[in-house]
């Protein structure tokens, strides 16, 4: 709660003209008049809006609808008081008179008990008053605030004798998917998800993720991922998914007790083929937050404007949509070692920074097949937890893989020698395997019969698999990740395929 804290500092420091960032008007209104009133005695209250002017207990103040006015209002009013203006920005980039009057207002004010405290959802300052104004973001409600709310929620419906079916566990859920809406989105949310429901139970989770995906629309590059895989849909990568379960509680408050840092993110480089992507759907299931991914390529188009400016508001984007996962998808496309200058420098720069400094539970979770194109600064540790390297699958892994996906569409994989299968498909990735079994079916189907190990042994005869095609590529790939990476399975890494 840093913005929190960080106003009443500046209260107690007497700072004269003070501006919150907020979309939350209500929220901070309520804040400021509970906290004023603890540290300044016999205080009055004020709020301005240029529709209504100023106001004081509902009571208006005549004449003060003009920006102006209310400023020379709040510099001659004699007695301790906090006024709030709301949304001043435009009259301060159009009218040099109203951006001279707080200039005026911070000499007249300073080292009283007198207090302006500018709100507005952007922060806009023109060079000349960025000495004399303090800009303070304000925080989104807390889990602790977010708690109280969802309480107060499910007893409401309760005595509507709606049941409750959620467990401990289960209302955690609840507040972390809640986090990064305001106070007023999650109330709605939480409305629109319990309504006409008979019994509320842990699917509302899901529809609460939906709710973020609203936020999301109206940035270009960013896309809500709705799809969402079990850890166990994913045939090996046992180094891996033991990394991702012990992590499973990170972001909850138990977590921050306990003393540990929020996860800032994961690198999975390897093979195509072989489960990175579907790795990293897997974690938002697992973890029970939402996925959203930023396409670089929609970064560079310019359809959301310039591209760094575009890079800058998605990151700013799922800050205020924490806790979250973000997957940057062929992470490498869109920021490499090759371009070091224009955009593609300063889209590096900013994301370094905000990997390094970030505090929101914004969880990174990027994906690269060339990862020695990656800046070597990238690599360091700090930007990301670990770096895992995905290889094509081992013998007992491609068993795996064929067991899940013959699973997955109401195939018995005890009617086949999955054994045998694997030894086939040696080098064979995770999406080969998928793909082959799917082509074997179209066989089979359009015989109108059940498919049988024969139709899979004909798709083999007839394809080669990408490390055959690719076995320069791949080497390369595994003699890099050698000795920099952990590698996603439990066999070491070797170049040789």
């Not at 901070?28 to 300044?40: D, N």
């Not at 699917?203 to 629309?217: C, G, M, T, Y």
């Not at 046992?238 to 408050?253: E, S």
């Not at 020695?372 to 600064?377: F, K, N, Q, V, Y």
Request: glycine share 4%; with cysteine.
């Amino acid at each position: 709660m840093d913005g929190i804290q960080a106003i009443k500092n500046c209260i107690v420091a007497r700072y004269p003209v003070i501006y919150i960032t907020s979309w939350e008007e209500g929220r901070v209104e309520k804040f400021l008049e509970s906290i004023t009133a603890s540290y300044i005695p016999n205080r009055e209250f004020f709020v301005w809006s240029v529709s209504s002017g100023m106001r004081r207990k509902g009571e208006r103040i005549e004449n003060t609808n003009d920006p102006l006015k209310a400023i020379e209002f709040a510099i001659s009013y004699d007695k301790p008081a906090v006024f709030l203006l709301k949304d001043l920005h435009p009259f301060i980039n159009q009218r040099p008179d109203v951006s001279r009057a707080l200039r005026d207002a911070y000499q007249a004010l300073k080292n009283t008990f007198k207090f302006i405290f500018l709100i507005s959802p952007f922060a806009f300052l023109p060079q000349e008053l960025k000495k004399e104004v303090e800009i303070i973001d304000f925080p989104l409600p807390s889990f602790e605030e977010l708690e109280s709310l969802l309480n107060q929620v499910l007893a409401s419906f309760e005595a509507k004798n709606v049941r409750i079916r959620l467990s401990e566990d289960d209302r955690k859920s609840i507040i972390l998917a809640l986090q990064g809406l305001t106070f007023d989105e999650a109330y709605r949310a939480l409305i629109k998800s319990f309504q006409g429901k008979a019994t509320i139970s842990p699917d509302v989770v899901e529809e609460l993720h939906l709710e973020k995906k609203q936020i999301i629309l109206k940035e270009f590059v960013l896309e809500y991922v709705h799809e969402k895989l079990s850890i166990d849909e994913i045939g090996g990568l046992d180094n891996l998914k033991d990394w991702l379960r012990k992590r499973q509680k990170a972001f909850t408050p138990e977590a921050r007790k306990f003393g540990l840092d929020q996860p800032k993110g994961l690198l999975v480089m390897g093979v195509s083929g072989c489960g990175k992507s579907i790795s990293v759907k897997a974690i938002a299931s697992l973890w029970s937050l939402p996925l959203f991914r930023l396409d670089m390529n929609l970064v560079y188009s310019g359809i959301a404007g310039p591209p760094e400016e575009a890079f800058a508001r998605a990151l700013k984007t799922m800050d205020s949509l924490a806790p979250a996962v973000l997957w940057i998808d062929e992470i490498e496309s869109g920021i490499n070692d090759k371009v070091s200058e224009g955009a593609t420098g300063r889209i590096l720069g900013y994301f370094l920074t905000w990997m390094q400094e970030h505090r929101s539970p914004v969880f990174v979770a990027a994906t690269a097949n060339r990862i020695d194109l990656l800046p070597a600064e990238m690599l360091r540790r700090g930007r990301f937890d670990q770096i895992f390297f995905v290889d094509l699958p081992i013998e007992k892994e491609r068993e795996e893989i064929f067991r899940i996906h013959l699973s997955k569409r109401n195939i018995n994989p005890d009617e086949f020698n999955i054994t045998q299968l694997a030894k086939i498909t040696k080098g064979w990735s995770g999406a080969e395997i998928e793909q082959a079994i799917i082509s074997a079916m179209y066989e089979a189907f359009n015989e109108g019969r059940p498919l049988c190990e024969d139709d899979l042994f004909k798709i083999f005869s007839k394809s080669v698999p990408l490390s055959t095609t690719m076995y320069e590529q791949i080497k390369r790939i595994r003699e890099w990740a050698h000795k920099r990476a952990v590698r996603a399975s439990e066999a070491p890494i070797t170049p040789e395929i």
